[in-house]
């Protein structure tokens, strides 16, 4: 079996973050947030709170959470790996983070050739 290259990952100082927000709040999920209030950002949600639909595309899962995005911005975003970060400060108002005084904040990279033919597949929100 062929081992798929991850579209997103995530730093150790977030995997941190997240289980300690886990231990707080329970399971959890993220979405890339388009702009709007909150910039481009990934929103940290109780898992189901923030709900996906047909026009959502999951990513894969960091720290044992689905990560997803809206399909209209995968299409610019799909030959970049997104990797999940936290710096200190005040991020979005509706994400989980915020009381902990850290934001998560995405960095991406493009894809080399070979990672490319090895990408991992995407589910839709309606699959």
């Known amino acids: 079996m062929t081992e798929h290259t991850p579209r ?3 730093t150790d100082a977030a995997l941190e973050l997240i289980e300690r927000l886990k231990g707080i709040h329970g ?3 993220f979405h890339q947030s388009g702009g709007c209030c909150d910039g481009s950002a990934p929103m940290c949600w109780p898992e ?3 709900r996906t639909g047909a026009s959502d595309v999951r990513l894969g899962e960091i720290g044992g959470c689905a990560f997803w995005m809206s ?4 299409e610019y975003w799909q030959h970049t790996q997104l990797i999940i970060d936290v710096v200190p400060g005040r991020g979005g108002m509706f994400s989980l983070e915020g009381p902990e005084g850290m934001r998560f904040l995405t960095r991406s990279r493009l894809f080399d050739d070979e ?3 090895a990408l991992a597949p995407v589910e839709h929100g309606g699959d």
């Open 8 to 10: 997103v990952i995530a």
């Open 27 to 29: 399971a959890l999920m």
């Open 48 to 50: 189901g709170d923030y």
């Open 71 to 74: 399909e209209s911005q995968f």
């Open 115 to 117: 990672e490319t033919l």
